[in-house]
């Protein structure tokens, strides 16, 4: 049986220590791990990578001259690319080339100032490495005056074998965060990201 290269985020996202380090399952002779009820997978193609989408969301992806973006949003996106509740995963290559900065340094500068403007709290946050991923995570809440305050969990990853900035963002109002989170959740911790991108 051939292994696929893509890397399984689960262990470095959500889990200690230990559970990073338990072996996964065999994946189907397809290579493709089945979805959990209510998902489907969606493939992000440009970038060699799936996500899961929830049954009844959108997808939407975009590509600008520095950078590739995916959208998994529980409404439709409309011009403007307004969403309440949702994933967000840009990806930039060669990170040194646009910012001077390696990947690395990149995503710990950004996450070090998420979530610390003004009207913004910091909830948590952490960081992790294995192999070449460095990985930096921040849930943050915005204040958004009458609209409300919505919750944002962050992670800024860096591959430095490959110099490629991976930046996902799982936002929610908060009045809806705890039942949004348990999709969130789930589509982070089985993100699948090609370790050769």
Known sequence: MVRSSFLVLYG????GP????????PAPATGQ????????????????????????W???????RDAQAYFLTRERIVAGGQFQTGMS??????MKAKSKQSAAAYAQAFSASSGRKAGQ????????????????????????????AKIIQQWAIANTATDTFYLLLFESPEKDW???WKLGEEMIKQLRLDAGV
């Open 12 to 15: 470095l996202l959500l889990a």
């Open 18 to 25: 230990a559970a990073a380090q338990t072996p996964k399952p």
């Open 33 to 56: 791990v089945a979805a959990p009820m209510g998902f489907k997978w969606q493939l992000l193609p440009e970038v060699k990578a799936a996500m899961l989408l929830p049954y009844t």
């Open 58 to 64: 959108s997808y939407k992806a975009e590509t600008s």
């Open 89 to 94: 995963v840009n990806v930039v290559r060669q």
């Open 121 to 148: 709290q910091v909830l948590g946050q952490e960081s992790k490495t294995q192999g070449p991923l460095r990985l930096f995570g921040v849930r943050y809440r915005v204040n958004n005056g009458a609209a409300g």
């Open 178 to 180: 705890p039942q949004a």
